[in-house]
């Protein structure tokens, strides 16, 4: 109670400071309800009040936005989604503080996007603007015509959010023996010799844009190291594994990659791709007493956005391949994902029908999302939706078999 | 002094005879070529606001502030889309090339996904932020897409026109043919006819205002009515300033995605 008061407090003062200082600010207030189809539970129930303070200025802006989300159990989750301030010089610009970081040419699809990790506390569900966490960060843009070379520092690494036991979206692990958990190493000391460091290059020209990347920053997602104990089980009085101990710990990776866009004859072509030096993966081969081997990693995609008449569209395909493969490795050499798009606005772009998928193409799973949008006005809008999660129980999208869900969300923006 | 006046009105017969041979001799390709590459300086600024009226009165505005830069053998423009508040800080930018074969580049900046997007410049059939206006409306659209044909002169209220119809050379065009009013003495478009596909009117563009700024002729008011479905968009250029210098820094992704 404590909590909110405070949050209250602090932006009604805001508020009041804002519109004296002549700050502009923007934002939307949203209601959103699911209801699953495997037993009528509510899935979801979400309050969200989005706040946009900014004030911008020849040499220096700023940008505060704070996002509140109240659930049905009354908890609420305030989140600082960014709070920078900029400064513009001649040939270059400077961004400190907490930012969201977009890279790459993707869509839904994260491969050099890497900078500002991921909330997949309700799994790839939340809108991409909401799934991304702000980082504190320095970030510097010089700009040489149509190029920019940028330079970001991430002082204190950030891990991908999952979700807690308990969430509909939690998966418990599947181990042979329950295991004991040891996080002493997952969370990474705030010190100097921690911290990230991003560079890319970008150059927007009329035949093609293109970005190069490149980056020394940690794994978002920590590696599970692996500690057996063998020995007679006191029941059946056979040898094998007592216990399993699993210690996350969050290891460092070099990444260099990519992305392009191009239009040719009215469809545009795109295409990004990252290698990653010395990534971990769960293995069982016995030599590897951590149950880790590091093996390079390719993630790469290449994609079209074309129109028929009216309807847009866009597909993706998307390859992830383990390099030096050995069979012992749990994951699969390598896992092919497609994503299909389609949208189509009526009615004076007042309604919007929308069709995006992820399809797995290694187990046949795939994740729907038909959505209708309609706006009332410019201000107030409805959409109604449903996330349908089909394929194997053991793999990616059929996991979550259980949550499909029908949804409505009531938005208005001011 | 009679004889004054008797030169006087001789010479006025010899200046309006020798027009009506130029302009007898001008086809109605030059004339659309007239009416397309009449200068407007080689920039400008200004504020666009676009009211769309529906048939029961409903009214949704847009604001627009837009830059545009004439480069000699290419233009470019950037768009910043202030209202309504779900658009707000959306950026566009359109490299337009005098090049005809050369199709456009297009960027979209989407300021809650952070990112500028190429995106096809093949929709320009598709309907500008749900107005009357579709892209190609609004664009230059190149001369030889069309056949031009002179249709008999007009005068209304004391105003001479050419009357020029364009028939698309694609035939799968959204249009089958448009009929333009053109004042003779300005070459501004005044009123221009749309045919459908069916060669049924479907809709009708009238310039309402059109102001000397700068030593340039602006049109500054604007009413494209669909008179098949009854709704109508209003388009009220203001605040214009021309050939004030803007930078070719201007047109660029960081501008894009900083704002105005």
């Known amino acids: 109670m404590k909590t909110k008061r405070l949050i209250l407090i602090l932006l009604l003062i805001a508020s009041q400071f804002s519109m004296a200082q002549n700050v502009d600010i923007n934002g939307f207030a949203r209601t959103y309800e699911g209801v699953l189809y495997d037993n009528s539970n509510f899935g979801i129930i979400q309050q969200t009040l989005n706040l946009n303070f900014e004030k911008m200025g020849d040499k220096v802006a700023f940008n505060a936005n704070p996002m509140i989300y109240l659930y049905n159990d009354d908890s609420l989750d305030f989140r600082m989604r960014e709070l920078y301030l900029d400064l513009y010089f001649k040939n270059f610009d400077i961004r400190i503080g907490k930012q969201q970081v977009v890279w790459g040419k993707a869509d839904g699809v994260f491969i050099t996007d890497i900078v500002s990790p991921l909330n997949l506390t309700e799994f790839l569900l939340p809108d991409f603007d909401e799934i991304r966490i702000g980082v504190i960060a320095a970030k510097i843009d010089y700009y040489v015509g149509n190029s920019t070379f940028e330079a970001i520092w991430i002082p204190v690494f950030t891990p991908t959010e999952r979700p807690k036991p308990g969430s509909i979206w939690y998966v418990q692990p599947d181990f042979p023996v329950p295991p004991t958990w040891d996080i002493s190493k997952e969370k990474i000391t705030p010190n100097l010799k921690y911290s990230e460091i991003f560079l890319k290059y970008t150059a927007l020209t009329s035949a093609i844009d293109f970005e190069l990347m490149g980056a020394y920053t940690w794994d978002d997602n920590p590696t599970l190291h692996i500690e057996k104990e063998f020995g007679l089980d006191p029941a059946t009085m056979q040898p094998g594994l007592l216990d399993l101990n699993i210690i996350p710990q969050h290891h460092r990776l070099t990444i260099g990659g990519g992305s392009f866009s191009s239009e040719i004859k009215g469809v545009i072509l795109r295409g990004e791709a990252a290698y990653y030096n010395g990534k971990y993966f769960l293995t069982e081969d016995p030599a590897q007493s951590d149950g880790n081997v590091k093996k390079n990693y390719l993630h790469y995609l290449m994609g079209l956005d074309f129109n028929i008449g009216s309807v847009k569209l866009s597909s993706q395909f998307i390859q992830q391949t383990i390099l030096d493969y050995d069979e012992n490795i749990l994951n699969e050499k390598t896992e092919n994902t497609m994503t299909f798009l389609a949208r189509y606005d009526l009615l004076r772009e007042t309604m919007h029908l929308e069709l995006f998928s992820y399809i797995g193409l290694n187990n046949e799973g795939s994740l729907v999302r038909p959505k209708i949008t309609y706006d009332f006005d410019d201000s107030f809008s409805i959409l109604l939706g449903s996330n349908i999660f089909v394929g194997d129980e053991k793999g990616r999208f059929g996991q979550y078999k259980d949550n499909s869900m029908i949804y409505i969300k009531l938005k208005y923006s001011f | ?260």
């Not at chain 2, 233009?75 to 090339?97: C, L």
């Not at chain 2, 044909?149 to 799968?172: N, R």
């Not at chain 2, 479907?202 to 009413?223: A, R």
């Open chain 2, 1 to 260: 002094m009679k004889n004054l006046k008797i030169l006087v009105s001789v010479i006025a017969m010899i200046i309006s005879m020798s027009y009506q041979v130029v302009a007898q001799e001008m086809t109605a390709r030059e004339i659309i070529e007239k009416v397309y590459n009449r200068s407007e300086g080689d920039d400008q600024t200004s504020n666009l606001t676009m009211t769309l009226i529906h048939k029961s009165g409903k009214e949704r505005i847009r604001k627009i502030k837009q830059f545009t830069k004439d480069l000699g053998d290419m233009e470019k423009s950037i768009m910043f889309f202030q209202s309504p508040a779900d658009v707000k800080n959306t950026s566009f930018m359109n490299w337009t090339y005098n090049d005809e074969s050369k199709s456009d580049d297009q960027w979209i900046y989407l300021p809650a996904l952070k990112k500028n997007k190429r995106i096809s410049s093949d929709s320009k059939s598709d309907y500008f932020m749900g107005s009357d206006f579709t892209y190609d409306d609004l664009g230059d659209r190149k001369l030889d897409d069309d056949t031009h044909k002179l249709l008999p002169e007009e005068t209304i209220d004391g105003v001479a026109y050419y009357v020029v119809e364009s028939t698309p050379k694609d035939e799968d065009y959204m249009y089958s043919k448009t009929i333009t009013r053109v004042r003779k003495d300005n070459f501004i478009g005044l009123k221009k006819e749309f045919y459908d596909e069916d060669e049924e009117l479907l809709k009708i563009l009238y310039i309402k205002k059109f102001e000397e700024i700068s030593g340039f002729l602006v049109i500054t008011n604007s009413e494209m009515q669909n008179v098949q479905n009854d709704h109508k968009t209003k388009m009220i250029l203001s605040d214009i300033k021309i050939n004030t210098g803007i930078s070719d820094s201007k047109f660029t992704e960081r501008m894009m995605m900083r704002g105005m």
